[in-house]
Structure formats: C-alpha cells, structure tokens
C-alpha cells in the first residue's frame, strides 16, 4: 500500500485525509493539537505520528492542509520538520491555498534533496471535501503531477494541472477573490432591496435565476443568510488571507484591479471586526448592520 501522510486535519483537511484512509492507503496523520488526530484515527483508521518529522518517514507522499504557506514553511522546516525525515523521490503535495512565491522557494529548497512539489489547492468546500468530489488546481512538473493522481483521485473530481510550481495557488488565490467580490456584492445588493421594502427571498430567487447568479446567489445566501444559519465551515480569516494573495500578485504583475483591492479591504475590516472563528458568508453581518437593516 502507498504510503502517505497527512497533516493539518482542520475544517477541510479532516475529510480529504478520511478517502486517504486504510485500505485504499497506508495513512499517517499528524496535527498540532493532537486530540483532533486522536479522533479522526478512532474514525477513519491509520495511524497518529508525534511529529511532522516522524510522520515523513517512508512517506511516498506527504500532504499539507494548514493555513497558509507560512505554517507549511514551519511544518517542512521547523523543529522536527517533515523535510528532515522525507526520503528522495518522496512528493509533497501542499492542499494549502497558498502563496504562489512562497511555495516556488519550498519547492527549491525541496529540490536540493531530491523531494518534488505540487501546490495543490482545492474547492468545493468541507460538503464537497466529503463527497470525495474537490476540484483539485495543481502547479507542478508534468510529470510530478502524473505521479500524483491516484492520490488526488481519493478526493478529487475535477484535477486541473494550471502550470508550473504556484500555478494552482495563483488560480486558487483569484477564484476566492471572486468568491469575496460575489458574497461582498450580494450582500449589498439585497441590503439595498430590503431597504426598499423588496421582499428580498423573492429577489434572490430571482437573481439565482437571472444574469447576476453566483455561487453566493444560488447555495451561500438561501443556506446560509436567509436561514440565519452561518454554519463555520471556512474561516473569514482565510477569505481575507486569499483576497490579500490575489491583490498581491495583480500588484506583482503590475495590474490594476480596483475591484478586488476595494474587495480585499473590505474583507479584512470584517476580519478585524469578527475575528478569527468567523465563517466567510458572516461578513453579510457586517453589511446588514452598516445599513441597519436585515436581508433575511
Ligand atoms: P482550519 O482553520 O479549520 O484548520 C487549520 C489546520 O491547520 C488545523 O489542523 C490546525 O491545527 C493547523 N494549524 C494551524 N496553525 C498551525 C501551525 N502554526 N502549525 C501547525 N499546524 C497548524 O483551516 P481549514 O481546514 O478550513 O483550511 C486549511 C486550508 O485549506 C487553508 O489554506 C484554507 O484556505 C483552505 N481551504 C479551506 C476550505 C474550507 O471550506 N474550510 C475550502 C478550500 C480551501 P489545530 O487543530 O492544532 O488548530
């Protein structure tokens, strides 16, 4: 059986690690607070290793769920970090939606032992996560990437190689701008509906079905807002660290983009204003009380 470890057993990664699991794979986890990977193992089976160090030993594969490039630079590098225990040959796949820059320099510095990269992101949220259906964005060598299927076909359902090392972190980065820019915008709009006495269930429904629809529009909004449910499936802190990596690049490129810097500036005063437990459709609250009014 492959071998591959796993760590990061957060919101998203637990699901992804659980089609990981035995029979189809020899599965390792490691996750800093150790109580979650004690409970996913009891679940799904596999074993628990005490460090990132020792969960790399004899890994095929190790895969990375964390926050953001900067946890998965400590995870690799650290203290007992997983590069010092992961054998040449050996790929890391890194699910993080991370920086595109950041994971060009792990990559090099991967490379001088002989360990290979694939940036790896994913969407379709935790529902998608354990439906074993993401759609996978990866950055890698071909031939990397080739390699890495049988793995990414565990929960993956659509698995698109974009480019080269940070591709797939770059289209990640600009797909959760968009994400911002539509649950931003939705939000305003139907604040600006209730306002006007627009009966605003009866607006979405129609907007889901007219030219202004979005992913926001049709499942976000009538699951999450118009029933008050805000369940916390994926932190607005994350939403504000993808936005700020996509304003970022647009700059590095030297392009202008309005849109998503006003976006991005936005996101991060809810950031502050909710903190860091909030999901991402909870900025809608932070509209609705500018405005004094309730979309639902
Ligand atoms: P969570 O906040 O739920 O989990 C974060 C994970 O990282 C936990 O396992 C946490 O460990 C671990 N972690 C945090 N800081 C450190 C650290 N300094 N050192 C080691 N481990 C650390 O995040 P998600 O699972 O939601 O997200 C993971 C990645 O996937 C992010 O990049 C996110 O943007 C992306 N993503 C998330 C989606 C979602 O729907 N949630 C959808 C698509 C992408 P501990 O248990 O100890 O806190």
């Given amino acids: 059986m492959t071998r591959v470890a796993f760590l990061g057993l957060g919101a998203i990664g637990a ?16 996750n800093r607070t150790r109580e979650r990977a004690k409970g996913f193992v009891a679940n799904h089976g596999g074993h628990i290793a005490d460090s990132p160090r020792s969960a790399g030993k004899n890994a095929e594969f190790a895969i990375t769920c964390l926050p953001s490039s900067r946890e998965v630079d400590q995870v690799l590098f650290g203290d007992d970090g997983l590069a010092a225990s992961l054998a040449s040959g050996a790929i890391l796949i890194d699910c993080t939606s991370g920086d595109p820059g950041a994971s060009r320099r792990i990559a090099t510095r991967l490379a001088e032992q002989g ?22 964005m990866c950055g ?9 299927r049988p793995v990414l076909e565990a929960f993956g359902k659509k698995i698109v190689r974009c480019g080269g090392v940070g591709a797939g972190h770059a289209v990640k980065a600009v797909s959760n701008a968009l994400l911002a820019v539509h649950i931003w915008s939705l939000g305003e709009a139907l604040t600006a509906l209730a306002k006007l006495d627009v009966n605003t269930a009866v607006a979405l429904d129609v907007i889901s079905a007219s030219a202004g629809r979005s992913n926001a529009s049709q499942n976000l909004f009538p699951e999450r807002v118009m029933t008050r449910a805000f369940p916390r499936t994926f932190r607005l802190a994350l939403l504000d660290k993808d936005i700020g990596i996509a304003a970022t690049l647009a700059e590095e490129a030297g392009v202008s983009v309005p849109v998503i810097e006003l976006t991005a500036r936005l996101i991060r005063d ?25 979309v639902s």
Avoid: N
């Avoid at 699901?15 to 986890?29: E, G, T």
């Avoid at 379709?124 to 993401?134: D, F, K, M, R, S």
């Avoid at 890698?140 to 890495?148: L, M, Q, S, T």
């Fill in 15 to 30: 699901p992804i690690a659980s089609h990981l699991a035995p029979p189809s794979f020899d599965l390792v986890v490691w």
């Fill in 115 to 136: 360990i290979d990269f694939l940036d790896a992101p994913v969407s379709g949220g935790v529902t998608g996560a354990i439906a074993g259906a993401l759609t996978v």
């Fill in 140 to 148: 890698g060598d071909e031939a990397v990437f080739d390699r890495c």
């Fill in 270 to 294: 809810a950031h502050a204003e909710l903190g860091e437990e909030a999901d991402h459709v909870e900025a809608v609250k932070v509209i609705e009380q500018r405005a004094g009014v309730r």
